[in-house]
C-alpha cells in the first residue's frame, strides 16, 4: 500500500500482472503560473524516480511528459526540465542503462528530442 504520495515524491511497487516487473509512481505538480516552486517540484519526480531505479537495481525506465496533461505545465519547458534532470542523475544511478521518454504525442515527442540534442549525446528516434 502506498499511502499517498506528496507532489514531487515517487513511491515504487510490484508491477503485478504488467510486463514491467516494477511501477513507478510520482505525482507532478498542477501548473499555476510556475510562481509555486512548479519547476523544481516536476524536477524532483524525476530525481526521486532516478533515486528509486538505483536503489532497487532497475536498469531501464520509461517515463511520460509528467505534468503536461490535465495539470497544465507547459509541454516545452516540462521537457527541458525532464530531460535535464535524467541527465543530471544518471551518473548517480549507474544501473540504469536505458531511460525512454514515452511520449504521446509527435509534439511531445519533438519538444524531447530537442531538449535531448542540447546535450549533443546519441538519442534514440
Not at 515524491?9 to 499555476?32: C, E, F, M, Q, S
Not at 544518471?90 to 515527442?109: K, Y
Amino acid at each position: 500500500m502506498l499511502h499517498g504520495c506528496k507532489t514531487g515524491d515517487a513511491k515504487i511497487t510490484k508491477g503485478y500482472r504488467l510486463k514491467a516487473r516494477h511501477v513507478i509512481h510520482t505525482v507532478g505538480p498542477a501548473w499555476n503560473g510556475g510562481t509555486l516552486g512548479e519547476d523544481d517540484l516536476l524536477a524532483s519526480c524525476y530525481r526521486r524516480s532516478m533515486e528509486l531505479c538505483e536503489k532497487h537495481g532497475l536498469v531501464s525506465v520509461a517515463f511520460p511528459a509528467i505534468s503536461t496533461g490535465i495539470y497544465r505545465f507547459p509541454a516545452e519547458r516540462a521537457a527541458g526540465i525532464a530531460t535535464q534532470t535524467v541527465v543530471d542523475t544518471l551518473a548517480a544511478a549507474p544501473t540504469v542503462a536505458q531511460v525512454i521518454f514515452c511520449c504521446f504525442s509527435d509534439a511531445s515527442a519533438q519538444l524531447h528530442q530537442a531538449a535531448l540534442n542540447t546535450f549533443g549525446g546519441p538519442c534514440a528516434d
